[in-house]
T-cell receptor
Framework: QQQVKQSPQSLIVQKGGISIINCAYE??????FPWYQQFPGKGPALLIA?????SEKKEGRFTISFNKSAKQFSLHIMDSQPGDSATYFC???????????FGKGTRLHILP | EAQVTQNPRYLITVTGKKLTVTCSQN?????MSWYRQDPGLGLRQIYY???????DKGDVPEGYKVSRKEKRNFPLILESPSPNQTSLYFC?????????????FGPGTRLLVL
């Protein structure tokens, strides 16, 4: 009920390509879905987040797509760059709460 | 400069010796939380606080204590550390507004319990 399942575990994309990372959840009480980016040796950084009242949110080259009926959301990185190589975590949090559940992470490598 | 600081950054200790990892933020954020990160398990929330004197359990609170006596500080206490608490720990603070949320993580504390 509380899990957030993230796939793939690792991903290799050519420079300029589209990177896509998927997450699925079960708890319908979740209503805040952030994505985090973490570089080696650094703490995570909030990258982009979405609430279920919209189906898509775009910030620069990063887009979250949200499918409420399927209980799935995904991160798309357009025109992927070597500097995007990092580990990405999806997460989900219930309304009016700070208890958050993370996916296990995706290690993304962009080939130059 | 907006930041979350953690101390110490690295710590080696022995089983049963009480320790405290400090966390401080300079942004007047109401929300603070602690996470641990382990290979293959990703990030897991330990405790969180929605304001001074308000704390609650996250996903993996066993073996940990926290306190929030001041808005800026949120220390993590291990009363009797065990080897399974060897991990990388992150503190974070966040601000929620009508237009969105900002969140900052500390640099991490790497703990080894022998």
């Amino acid at each position: 009920q509380q899990q957030v399942k993230q796939s793939p575990q690792s991903l290799i994309v050519q420079k300029g390509g589209i990177s896509i990372i998927n997450c699925a959840y079960e708890n319908t009480a979740f209503d805040y879905f952030p994505w985090y980016q973490q570089f080696p040796g650094k703490g995570p950084a909030l990258l982009i987040a979405i609430r279920p009242d919209v189906s898509e949110k775009k910030e620069g080259r990063f887009t979250i797509s949200f499918n409420k009926s399927a209980k799935q959301f995904s991160l798309h990185i357009m025109d992927s760059q070597p500097g995007d190589s990092a580990t990405y975590f999806c997460a989900a949090r219930p309304h009016r709460d700070d208890k958050i559940i993370f996916g296990k992470g995706t290690r993304l490598h962009i080939l130059p | 400069e907006a930041q979350v600081t953690q101390n110490p950054r690295y710590l080696i200790t022995v089983t049963g010796k009480k320790l405290t990892v400090t966390c401080s933020q300079n942004m007047n954020h109401e929300y603070m939380s602690w996470y641990r990160q382990d290979p293959g398990l990703g990030l897991r929330q330990i405790y969180y606080s929605m304001n001074v004197e308000v704390t609650d359990k996250g996903d993996v609170p066993e073996g940990y204590k926290v306190s929030r006596k001041e808005k800026r500080n949120f220390p993590l206490i291990l009363e009797s550390p065990s080897p399974n608490q060897t991990s990388l720990y992150f503190c974070a603070s966040s601000l929620r507004g009508s237009t969105g949320e900002t969140q900052y993580f500390g640099p991490g504390t790497r703990l080894l319990v022998l």
